[in-house]
C-alpha cells in the first residue's frame, strides 16, 4: 500500500512539474508581401491569472536608456512596463529634442552634446511616439503594457515566447500600423511539451525613415 501511495506521489509530482515547465511559442511577422518585419511587439496575457503572471506583474521597475546617436533614436522601438522609467541620452555632437503629445505621456527636452534627460516614469498603458524638432527623420515608439510576457521581433520577423500551459491572448503591435488599425489578436491555447506555433501578417504603412530631414542644423 506504501508503495502505491508513492508511486501515485511520484505521478503527480512529474504531473506538476511538466505543467510548469515553459513552452515555446514561435511566433513569425511577416507584411502583407510576406517579407520579414523587425520590432513588432508580440504580447501574450493569460485568459486567467497564475502565479507566474502574478510574480511577473509584481516585479521592480527598470530604467531604459534611450540614446541618440548618429541622429538617430536607438531603440526604434522599446517595451515599456507600467512604472518603468526613461532617460534620453544624446551621445552626439549637435543638440538633440525629444518630445512626445501623446495622451500616455506628454513631454519636452532639450539635449545637448553628452547630455542626459532626467529619469522620466512611464505610468499609463499604451503607445508613445517620440519624436525630435531638429532631426525629422528622427523617431522612436514606447509600448507600454502590462502583459507579462511580451518580446520584440528581430530582422527574422521572429520571436519565441517561453509560456506555462494555458489559454493566452497572443498581440502583434507595429508602429507603422495605419491610424486606428487595431492590433492583431490570436487566442492560443498551449499543452505542456507541446510547441506551437502563431504566424502574423500585418498591413505596414510606409517606414517615415527613409525620408530626409526638411532641414538640417548644426550646433
Known sequence: MGRIILQLTAL???????LARPVALDVSVTDAHGAAIADAVITAAPQSVSRES??????????????????????????????DSVIFRNSDRTRHHAYSFSSARQFDFVLGSGEDSPPMVLDKIGTIAVGCN??????????????????????????????????????????????????????????????????????????????????????
Open 134 to 219: 531638429i532631426h525629422d527623420k528622427m523617431i522612436t515608439f514606447f509600448y507600454i503594457t502590462d502583459a507579462p510576457w511580451f518580446a520584440r521581433s528581430e530582422k527574422s520577423g521572429k520571436v519565441q515566447l517561453d509560456l506555462p500551459a494555458g489559454t493566452y491572448a497572443i498581440r502583434a503591435w507595429h508602429p507603422l500600423l495605419p491610424p486606428g488599425a487595431r492590433e492583431d489578436v490570436r487566442i492560443v491555447s498551449i499543452a505542456a511539451d507541446s510547441p506551437k506555433e502563431v504566424a502574423f501578417s500585418l498591413q505596414l504603412m510606409p517606414d517615415p525613415r527613409a525620408s530626409m530631414d526638411r532641414e538640417r542644423v548644426g550646433y
Open 54 to 83: 502574478e510574480a511577473i506583474s509584481q516585479r521592480v521597475p527598470r530604467t531604459h536608456v534611450i540614446d541618440q546617436r548618429n541622429e538617430t533614436f536607438i531603440p526604434y522601438v522599446e517595451v515599456f512596463r507600467p512604472g
Open 12 to 18: 503527480v509530482l512529474l504531473a506538476a512539474s511538466a
